[in-house]
């Protein structure tokens, strides 16, 4: 099993500090979307499923590409 307490916070932007003509549901913004990203790009980096779910979660109603897609990455997870 891996171990993932070696995320460090170099696995994560930094943050920059609000400026002082942001208006705080901008600011707020900002956080939101940095942190999805980081977030979206360590499970990628990370988990086996994410291919697969994202494939779920964006393609509606799946193509033959996506099932294809979906078999294929099932098939990597079955072999390990």
């Known amino acids: 099993?891996?171990?993932?307490?070696?995320?460090?916070t170099d696995h994560f932007p930094?943050?920059?500090p609000r400026a002082e003509t942001e208006t705080t549901p901008d600011y707020l913004n900002y956080l939101s979307d940095t942190i999805e990203l980081a977030h979206d790009k360590i499970l990628q980096d990370r988990s086996p499923f994410y291919k697969i779910l994202k494939i779920f979660n964006t393609k509606k109603?799946?193509?033959l590409d996506?099932?294809?897609?979906i078999f294929n990455e099932a098939q990597k997870l079955q072999n390990k």
């Open 61 to 63: 109603p799946l193509g």
């Open 1 to 8: 099993m891996r171990d993932d307490s070696r995320l460090s």
């Open 66 to 69: 996506d099932i294809q897609n």
């Open 14 to 16: 930094a943050l920059r």
